[in-house]
């Protein structure tokens, strides 16, 4: 039973736009939506069919730090993540599920995120005592 929810504004695409955003600046190319989707999943840029090896490190920091920030968040919300379980939804859950549970070994990643949406809005709905 869910007892409380927080949302943030901190969803993939802030990071898909820090990751295109680090990669253009630091290796001056343009990087578009698929090739940053490519990167996040494979965790490598690769330019001209090259391997870049030290995107790795520059990729992992930013999902790191990116991680780091929505566990912040939740804790500015007075989330204390002591004696609770804690549920990521959302297509970049399973993105950033290797983070998330290097820093929370006890998340749960949802694993259809589309369905556990719609049933998390349909929750609001009943509360609100418009359904």
Avoid: W
Avoid at 46 to 57: A, D, L
Avoid at 59 to 66: F, Y
Wanted: charged share 25%; glycine share 6%; net charge neutral.
């Amino acid at each position: 039973m869910l007892d409380s929810m927080v949302i943030g504004n901190s969803g993939i695409n802030i990071l898909r736009s820090k990751v295109a955003e680090k990669m253009a600046s630091h290796y001056g190319i343009t990087v578009s939506d698929a090739d940053v989707e490519h990167i996040l999943k494979e965790g490598y840029l690769y330019t001209n069919g090259r391997k870049q090896e030290e995107s790795k490190e520059i990729i992992h920091k930013l999902i790191e730090t990116h991680v780091t920030e929505i566990f912040n968040f939740a804790k500015s919300r007075s989330i204390t993540f002591n004696n609770i379980s804690i549920t990521f939804c959302g297509g970049g859950s399973l993105l950033l599920k290797e983070e998330i549970l290097r820093q929370f070994p006890n998340a749960v990643i949802e694993q259809d995120s589309q369905y556990a949406n719609v049933l998390s809005f349909f929750r609001i709905l009943e509360v609100k005592k418009l359904v």
